[in-house]
């Protein structure tokens, strides 16, 4: 597609239950990143894959939190027992990283983020 | 660990204002310094980007010089238009990890007509 979408916009969630967030890269786009934005703070690395794998998950919370990749497209990130903390828009963003193990700069173009509303 | 700090807002100018945005980073490698900008009701944009030390940015009438020696990235505008008001990010990416962004907290501004 033209960009990075997201779905849904906005989720709103009992204390509890689990959600699902999902996000569609831009075609062709190998890496593939997963940010939390909390009210007032800045945006946090959760999560980065590079084709369907993951070698950097060290921003992900704790142990409800985990993604997966299929395809090297969609990606879904899923959050158990939310809870009112987990409250926050969750950003995610494509780039045309090669595979190379050193980092490229390359520009990472954001999706306009799932709202998550935990009651 | 890698940080990004810059100037807390709200900041409040009349249009065509002069505009400094304070940013300052840690890093332990060479890291990529980049300005984010979210206009209401829209997703985060690039703004500029620069890749090695005295690069400038620059972008909608924006720039932003990467000073290696003071660990900053100051984002400048001569003359600010009500269509600026957003919120700015200061991030860096080191270039020899993943390419993650570590984002400042973000500032907002808002320019009076």
């Known amino acids: 597609g033209a960009g990075v979408s997201q779905s849904p916009s906005n989720k709103v969630t009992e204390k509890g239950k689990d959600v699902e967030l999902r996000c569609d890269p831009i075609?062709?786009?190998?890496?593939l990143y997963w940010y939390r934005q909390r009210l007032g703070q800045g945006l946090e690395f959760l999560i980065y894959f590079q084709g369907n794998s993951a070698p950097d998950k060290s921003g992900l919370p704790s142990d409800r939190f985990s993604a997966e990749r299929t395809g090297e497209s969609v990606s879904t990130l899923t959050i158990q027992r939310t809870q009112q903390e987990d409250s926050a828009v969750y950003l995610c963003?494509?780039?045309?990283?090669?595979?190379?193990?050193?980092?490229?700069?390359?520009?990472?173009?954001f999706g306009p983020g799932t709202r998550l509303l935990v009651l | 660990g890698d940080s990004v700090t810059q100037m807390e807002g709200p900041v409040t100018l009349s249009e065509e204002a002069c505009l400094t945005i304070n940013c300052t980073y840690t890093a332990t490698g060479y890291p990529s310094l980049f300005w984010y900008v979210q206009y209401p009701g829209e997703g985060l944009q690039l703004l500029l980007k620069a890749t090695k030390a005295d690069d400038k940015g620059s972008n909608k009438g924006f720039e932003a010089t990467y000073r290696k020696e003071t660990t900053s990235f100051h984002l400048e505008k001569g003359s600010v238009q009500v269509s600026d008001s957003a919120v700015y990010f200061c991030?860096?990416?080191?270039?020899?990890?993943?390419?993650?962004?570590?984002f400042g907290k973000g500032t907002r501004l808002h320019i009076l007509p």
């Open positions: 991030a860096l990416s080191e270039m020899n990890r993943d390419d993650k962004i570590i």
């Open positions: 963003a494509s780039s045309s990283r090669g595979l190379a193990g050193v980092g490229t700069g390359q520009t990472q173009y």
């Open positions: 075609s062709g786009h190998t890496a």
